[in-house]
């Protein structure tokens, strides 16, 4: 009987931070831009150039240790990390090793196999490197130093997960969280967080930590879930065969399903630290770090509290709306605005979710107001459109932030109101359609819906098919 490997991860989290202007200088954190246009002397490195801490860096990096349960360093300083790459332009990373702003705190997850502490060892605060492009057709690399500086957290967990599904509750938990904190929009498809993957196998029952390796290039929970599998198995084939699992970094081909060895594991080391002499210690004192504190949000468990007890929405409607705060603030303003909880919560789980899906867009992307969509909801309720004409109008409110009452107004959707028009539609119906008359005469109930059929086609939609069905078996 072969033995019983368990694997052991942990993760180093990056999150790229919402300011508007990066970590040392004032130059601009946009994404996008033409190369090199976000830049000046300081984030490439010009000899001579004094970098100034964004205050708002830290906190941001403070306000994600306090959600997170971390003790706050109060004395904390930034050091050098020197490594020679050409996307690196000073030669060295201002980052922290010996005094992190954040340290011992634990995130709580729950996955099938129960709830779980995640321990996180240290957060610390980082500038970012710039990018290499390669220009196949040139046959060279070019440097683009806009992301050079933009500020980052790091956030190094213990490692205390023992498969993919546990790293993926602990990477939702710390996304939602950030993104409340509005420290992030944490969105893995444009880098903004990026989790690098430290991966061991042991046999089962044993204490001793395995000969860990650093899986990095992983964009996607998919990306993340299909490197852990293949990992684990690498590492147990050679174990099993009798070889030696070397320490190193892999790169993840998400494409070819595999990874391959970039280089040996540094230790610190090789990267010869020491405290950056251009930045002065960072203090924090009793009184800014309590503002801090009483500034942080509701988080996602407390809101879905909340919503259970001031709503009464079901608890699968309560996790999808949560999840986003975006979501989460439209549902609230709609509901002050005098829509039913449940209806506007039935517009964000079906039309929202499926427009969303179908544009591959989050749901921090939703652009419409509350305003628009209260009104959508008021105008169905008064029966001034159908449903029909209520989801082509949703629409454009999604779309554009069309006006709902204009826009039905513009095309010409607005039920026809005249009770004896539609009397007169429906006795052309019947008059036209004799055997589906004495079908349901007969008791076939859905003969009924034939005829409905034909007098919404009548009356080009607008009409109210619930007052149709009633009138017609009134006539009938």
């Known amino acids: 009987m072969g033995k019983e490997y368990e694997t052991v991860i942990g993760l180093e989290v990056h999150v790229e931070l919402a300011t508007k202007t990066k970590i040392f200088c004032g130059c601009s954190t946009a994404f996008g831009g033409a190369p090199n246009t976000h830049t000046c002397p300081v984030c490439t490195g010009m000899p001579g150039t004094l970098p100034v801490l964004n205050r708002r860096v830290l906190e941001y990096a403070v306000s ?49 196999g129960g709830g779980k502490k995640i321990g996180i060892h240290e957060i610390h605060m ?3 490197a710039g990018k290499l492009l390669h220009d196949e057709w040139e046959d060279c690399t070019l440097v683009d130093y806009n992301r050079s500086g933009v500020p980052l957290i790091e956030i190094v967990s213990e490692p205390d997960m023992r498969n993919a599904q546990e790293v993926i509750a602990y990477l939702e938990k710390l996304r939602v969280m950030i993104q409340y904190l509005g420290a992030s929009d944490c969105k893995l498809q444009e880098g903004s967080m990026r989790a690098d993957v430290n991966l061991s196998v042991r ?34 084939d050679l174990l099993e065969s009798g070889a030696e699992v070397m320490q ?8 070819k399903g595999c990874s391959y060895a970039m280089r040996s594991k540094e230790d610190a080391q090789d990267y010869r630290y020491f405290p950056d002499p251009d930045l002065p210690p960072v203090r ?21 509290a909340r919503y259970r007890a001031q709503y009464g929405i079901p608890d699968y409607d309560i996790a999808i709306i949560t999840a986003s705060r975006h979501m989460a603030d439209l549902f609230e303003e709609t509901v002050a605005l005098g829509s039913e909880a449940k209806k506007v919560s039935n517009w964000l789980m079906g039309e929202t979710m499926r ?29 001034e459109i159908n449903g029909a004409a209520a989801k082509e109008t949703f629409a454009a409110v999604f779309e554009q932030d069309a006006d709902p009452a204009r ?13 004896d028009a539609l009397r007169r539609v429906l006795e052309e119906v019947i008059a036209a359609n004799p055997q589906s008359v004495a079908d ?30 009633r009138m017609l078996k009134e006539i009938l």
């Open 407 to 419: 826009y039905v107004e513009e095309h010409g959707l607005k039920i026809a109101g005249d009770p």
């Open 64 to 112: 994600v240790g306090l959600a997170v349960n971390c003790e706050i360093t109060r004395v904390c300083q930034f050091d050098r990390k020197n490594y020679f790459y050409p996307d690196n332009p000073q030669n060295y990373q201002i980052s922290q090793l010996y005094l992190p702003v954040c340290r011992n705190g634990f995130v709580e997850i729950e996955t099938d």
């Open 248 to 255: 190193e970094t892999r790169r993840w081909d998400d494409a």
């Open 126 to 128: 980082e500038e970012d």
């Open 355 to 383: 427009l969303l899906k179908e544009q591959e867009k989050d749901p921090g992307d939703i652009a419409f107001s509350p305003a628009h969509l209260a009104k959508l909801i008021a105008m169905t309720d008064a029966g």
């Open 203 to 236: 046999e089962a029952g044993t204490d001793t930590f395995g000969t860990r390796t650093e899986m990095k290039n992983l964009n996607s929970f998919k990306a993340i879930t299909r490197a852990i599998a293949a990992e684990r198995e690498r590492q147990i």
């Open 440 to 469: 349901y005469r007969g008791g076939k109930e859905k003969a009924v819906g034939f005829l409905v059929g034909q007098t919404m086609k009548a009356m080009k939609g607008k009409a109210d098919p619930a007052l149709v069905n």
């Open 284 to 304: 924090i004192d009793d009184a800014w770090l309590e503002r801090l504190r009483a500034g942080l949000p509701e988080f996602q468990a407390e809101k879905a």
